[in-house]
């Protein structure tokens, strides 16, 4: 049973389409997020949910835009992708709020490469 | 705005001896730190955290240790194997932050 789970795992698309990267946890937890990490390994927060609300909220292009239908997922849509979108999106869990208080659960990565 | 660094962005070590990855912090506000593994292909897990009320603590076969006075978090691994051989990253959060800020990693390889 894998924790945190994100599809698909590899995505190759062209310059200007939309996609989607769907991701779903059955720890239970009420936080989830969604991190970049760029060609550099760089490791950058995007969004955070809470219980369906959104907490955090980076300096993310509105081309990005988060859908949490309920606490076990959140969804990442990407309009008109660009070639800089390119890296690959991790999806995480935590049990608590701020995250601080404890690890954060994460997915196994999806790449996303735009053409 | 402020960040987390390393000192390091790679490190070798012969198969058996300990290694330390170093990490710089910035912001003095920090309050809660952690260390992550990534292997290749995979995401990040957790290994070990440390609050600032402490300055040492220790796990199975690691060890982070806290300087709050210089801004400096380190990660011990006694007996390196070639399983450890991954990217390293620390991690920190304000007290009240949603936010855990990550620095930007450090390779470890593990020789046979």
């Known amino acids: 049973d894998t924790a945190v789970s994100q599809t698909p795992k590899y995505l190759v698309t062209q310059m200007g389409n939309d996609k989607s990267i769907k991701c779903e946890q059955n720890?239970?937890?009420?936080?989830m997020y969604w991190y970049k990490q760029d060609s550099k390994k760089f490791l950058k927060i995007m969004f955070s949910?809470?219980?369906?609300?959104?907490?955090i909220n980076e300096t993310v292009p509105n081309r990005f835009s988060p859908k949490s239908p309920d606490k076990a997922h959140l969804n990442l849509h990407i309009n008109s992708l660009e070639l800089g979108d390119s890296a690959v999106y991790f999806c995480?869990?935590?049990?608590?709020?701020?995250?601080?208080?404890?690890?954060?659960?994460f997915g196994e990565g999806s790449r996303l490469t735009v053409l | 705005g402020e960040s987390v660094g390393l000192h390091l962005p790679t490190l070798s070590v012969q198969e058996g001896d300990n290694s330390i990855i170093n990490c710089a912090y910035s912001?003095?506000?920090?309050?809660?730190f952690i260390w992550y593994k990534q292997e290749s292909g995979k995401g990040p897990q957790f290994i070990i955290d440390?609050?600032?009320?402490?300055d040492k603590r220790q796990g199975q076969r690691v060890t982070v240790l806290l300087n709050k006075t210089v801004k400096h978090l380190s990660l011990q691994i006694a007996a390196t194997q070639p399983g450890d051989s991954a990217v390293y990253f620390c991690?920190?959060?304000?007290?009240?932050?949603?936010?855990?800020?990550f620095g930007k990693g450090t390779k470890l390889t593990v020789n046979p």
């Open positions: 995480a869990s935590s049990q608590a709020r701020p995250a601080h208080a404890g690890e954060l659960f």
């Open positions: 720890l239970g937890h009420d936080t």
């Open positions: 949910y809470n219980n369906k609300e959104l907490i």
């Open positions: 912001n003095s506000a920090s309050d809660y």
């Open positions: 440390i609050r600032s009320n402490m």
């Open positions: 991690a920190e959060s304000e007290g009240g932050s949603e936010k855990l800020v």
